[in-house]
């Protein structure tokens, strides 16, 4: 490909071991597959060190402050949207965190379903290499109208805890219309200090391994 400058013009091939550099010149490329146009730095401003330089459509680029990379982190001050893509982190692993989010007020995670009609469910998935899609945190309404529950859920036992929308609260129960009361349990439950409701307690009297019900007042 031959491109010039106001000083260089190179017609053919070109080898460099190094670098080229000419500070705020207008670069023509032209044959090969390269295409025609000028491009030139926008109001002649070249930027800082570790810029990204993008197009800005009218045959000029422009170095952003905002899209910085210095060869082993790459900045972004603004939003990043994907359109329907995904963004992956290949990490390696350890204690030490894979992502972290600071800043001075209040810090959120949002996921937001937009499903225009239905239920909707947004969830956090951990997975392994051997069942890699099967623990997960959800958060549902299931028939769409605006009661949201949460879940935590396992890929064997199904919901291990189900949240209602109304701060009802149910262990080992898998639909919301089964939690009735504040807490639902299905199951046994075990405790080594007994139990305590209301004016009662429930204790395990050691001596006769027998359960003892005790008024409290």
């Known amino acids: 490909m031959a491109f010039q400058t106001e000083h260089i013009q190179i017609d053919g091939s070109l ?40 197009a800005n459509g009218d045959g000029s680029i422009s170095a952003n402050s905002n899209l910085t990379w210095n060869g082993t982190q790459l900045y972004v001050a603004g939003d990043i949207s994907t359109n329907n893509g995904k963004i992956y982190l290949n990490s390696p692993g350890g204690s030490a965190a894979n992502f972290i989010m600071t800043g001075d007020g209040e810090q959120g995670i949002r996921m937001f379903n937009n499903a225009a009609a ?37 890929r064997t036992a199904g919901t291990i805890l189900y949240c209602t929308s109304i701060g009802n609260v149910g262990i080992g ?45």
Do not use: C
């Open 15 to 54: 080898n460099v071991d190094g670098s080229i550099f000419q500070f705020n010149q207008l670069f023509t490329p032209g044959g090969g597959s390269g295409g025609g146009g000028d491009v030139a730095w926008a109001n002649g401003s070249v930027g800082s060190a570790t810029q990204l330089i993008t």
């Open 118 to 154: 239905g239920g909707t469910v947004s969830s956090i998935k951990f997975a392994d290499r051997v069942n890699n899609d099967w623990r997960w945190i959800m958060y549902t309404d299931e028939p769409g109208d605006g009661t949201e529950d949460w879940q935590l859920r396992n």
């Open 173 to 217: 129960i898998e639909t919301a219309s089964e939690i009735s009361e504040v807490l639902t349990v299905r199951g046994k439950t075990n405790s080594e200090d007994g139990f305590e409701t209301g004016n009662f307690e429930i204790v395990h009297n050691t001596t006769s391994d027998s359960l003892d019900f005790n008024y409290i007042g």
